[in-house]
């Protein structure tokens, strides 16, 4: 989950190279750094911390050079300190990698025991300084393929060349890179949201893929080291390009997005005229089907927990889910007649990526539920379906959360009407109410400022946690993960019918417990589960849609939200959490689009 920039071209390429980062620094913010060829010599600048600090060190020391190569890094291995950050140059090369080299220890020892020495701790550094040794008798296109050979593991790598100083090679496996193609200037990148700015066409390495920039030539060598030709992409440009515009920060612009989004995503799919759900070229009939395995990482795999319980409701097709990390590892009875489904915002989570290369090597259908289209999941899917949520820069997901659950939702319909297990008038029915959803979720997001209180109620609170059953359960679990990753403050969503089998231990006097509890058959099990709370000394936020139940003395808050039907509770009960974590981490003084330790797109396992 580093992010790569390289550019050859006829001018200065470093404050290119900063733009780019900066739009890269949704991948990893732990450090920066960037190398440019001139006159003869690599000149590398790097720091801790974000691009701006890189770009006020080039104020004063600028980077020269037609050709260069950049990162932003999310540390794998050595701690996130300058030594560590990318690139990693010797007198002759200069890397930069994203991934992990699973034989690094081995090679370093090998190179160590040759007299080489080492200024880092990280896998990048055998990199270099193996390609250090093959450059002395070899081409760079030769030295980059003898090196890869000797490597495990993972990467997308940009290199330069101190005595080539018109050329940047590539090198992809198992993680994303792009080359970008413009007039006297070619690039390499790790996505294409990185090259967006600068070009709307586009090449994807495939693994295995080597390629060799100039700033008026690309050439592409396959794993067998043959010249390949390899397709030209045009992007599509995004209206709404990520700007924060008038918000203080991209998360509250996407929070506050989400009626448009989940507005935009129906007006795609859905056909009000016709009162049907545009889906037609499903993969395998729905109704030879015999199961959904949905396969996500985070909050996308919350989505997949809430669709289960609709696949339920409505179809009495099997549906299994599993977290891509665990998915990838188990030994999978594939079956032909079953839809693999990955969900993923970004659409290059590596844990999702390589699920769904498993499923591809085992020739079952696959479909990507995602919100960049040109993303790795996606042109590996048989089927993909777009959020058209637009961009999301926030690394923690809100809008996309959101957009994930209504395609879910929406194929969910789709399918139990083909197979005649939803009759037309629940059908229409459904989707008369799915069109009233962007209203509601307008109404709740007015009710900031009741949020606002509790958040000034729990911020100094040492911990919290989130209780739902049924659907509100995959909901806790998403507010709790949406206040852990943005305040860093512990807390916990459990099924609220699991409380009294340990969790309930640790409840103690003030401890915040918001409990999700829509007018559903499990109401009144847990508002019960509520009072167990309450007994013990919880303070408790209850969020419901059954406004004619009184607060009692013992609720500290109650949030009422609007209720257009049951099935829809889960995107409306999922807006006061995520304006609860948010108002938390802004108390808290958090940075709010980029928190520690995190990225927006993990491309490492
Ligand atoms: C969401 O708030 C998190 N930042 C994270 O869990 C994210 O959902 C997860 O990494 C999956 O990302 P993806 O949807 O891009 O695959």
Known sequence: MCGIIGIASNKAVSTNIIESLKRLEYRGYDSAGLATLHNNQILEKKCTGRVEKLEKIL???????SVGIGHVRWATHGVPNEVNAHPHSSEIVSVVHNGIIENSDQLKKDLESNGIKFKSQTDTEVITLLLTEEIKNESPIKSVQKTLKKLKGSFALGIIFKSFDNLIVGARRGSPLAVGYAKDENYLGSDSYALKSMTNKISYLDDGDVCVLTKNSVEFYNLEEKKINKKVHTLSDDKN????????NFMSKEIFEQPITVKNGINEYVDKIKNDINLYNFPIDPKSMEKIVLIACGTAYHSCLVAKYWFEEMSNIEVEIDVASEFRYRKIKFNKKNLYIFVSQSGETADTAAALQLCKDNNVKTCSVVNVVESSIARNSDWVLPLHAGPEVGVAS?????GQMLILYILCLKISFNRNEVNKDEYIQKINNLIKLPKAIDDILKKEDQIQLVAKDIYESKGSMFLGRGTSFPIALEGALKLKELSYLHA???????????????IEDGLPVIVIAPKDKYFEKTFSNTQEVIARGGKVLLITDKHEMVINENIRFKIDVPFIEESLSPFILTIPLQLLAYH????????IDKPRNLAKSVTVE
């Open 241 to 248: 390009l990520a700007e924060k515009g008038d918000y203080k």
């Open 492 to 506: 916990e969503g459990y099924p609220a019918g699991e409380m009294k089998h340990g969790p309930l231990a640790l």
């Open 584 to 591: 938390v981490a802004l108390l808290k003084n958090c940075d």
């Open 59 to 65: 104020f004063k020391n600028p980077a020269l050079g």
């Open 398 to 402: 809100t809008k996309a959360f959101l």
